[in-house]
């Protein structure tokens, strides 16, 4: 079956930055998501990848995608206290049909 | 309201009791999820609703849980005879499950504790 593996925890030093890997295992995977949950707040979605791109970037955010080892990273230049956050990995077939898979999350600490 | 609401926002139980929570998606939304977030355990998936199809129930722990949707809008999940190890947050998300790119809204969650 699909599933999205991501590890639970990072820790970075304010002004480093963070990279948040992910591996999914759906060969028919379209679009790729990072959703990020903030303390005590629901999940939104942060950025999202379609599957003919490697890269994409935003501001400080970039994306990319090894579509062949179905490997997925964030990276968060200049990391900042507020970054502080859990960061979830989703992927979905993008054809309406099939649910939305998400990872476990991975819990970010920023150190001051 | 614009987003998805959930309710009751915060429930203690006692062990053996049953409990409803409900979800309210966002108009339109033919696509509705819950999730489970326990300390530790990340994001877990529970159940699926996808406008008139069966719902994909492959996350649900257990035969005490269940879940409906109701004229393809509000849902209700029920736990019955809770445990001490449902304590968790349950989280609902709506999306229009359209072609493309297709974005989760998720409500604020209920936090459920089992006593």
């Known amino acids: 079956g699909e599933d999205v593996e991501q590890s639970l925890f990072l820790s970075v030093r304010e002004g480093d930055s963070s990279v948040i890997n992910c591996t999914y295992t759906?060969?028919?995977?379209?679009?790729l998501y990072w959703y990020k949950q903030e303390p005590g707040a629901g999940l939104q979605l942060l950025t999202y990848?379609?599957?003919?791109?490697d890269m994409k970037q935003d501001q400080r955010l970039t994306v990319l995608l090894n579509k062949k080892d179905k490997h997925l990273s964030l990276r968060i230049a200049d990391t900042q206290t507020g970054d502080s956050a859990i960061y979830f990995c989703?992927?979905?077939?993008?054809?309406?049909?099939?649910?939305?898979?998400f990872g476990a999350g991975t819990r970010l600490f920023v150190k001051a | 309201g614009a987003g998805v609401s959930q309710s009751p926002s915060n429930k203690v139980t006692e062990k053996g009791k049953d409990v409803e929570l409900r979800c309210d998606p966002i108009s339109g939304h033919t696509a509705l999820y819950w999730y489970r977030q326990s300390l530790g355990q990340g994001l877990e998936f529970l159940i699926y609703f996808q406008g008139n199809s069966a719902p994909d129930k492959s996350g649900l722990p257990s035969d005490r849980f269940s879940a409906e949707r109701t004229g393809g809008s509000v849902s209700t999940l029920t736990i019955q005879r809770t445990q001490q190890e449902d304590s968790a947050v349950y989280l609902c998300?709506?999306?229009?499950?359209?072609?493309?790119?297709?974005?989760?809204?998720f409500g604020p969650g209920t936090r459920l504790t089992v006593l």
């Open positions: 998300a709506s999306s229009l499950a359209r072609r493309g790119s297709d974005e989760q809204f």
């Open positions: 989703a992927e979905s077939r993008g054809n309406g049909g099939f649910k939305t898979i």
């Open positions: 990848i379609f599957s003919n791109m």
């Open positions: 759906d060969s028919s995977s379209t679009y």
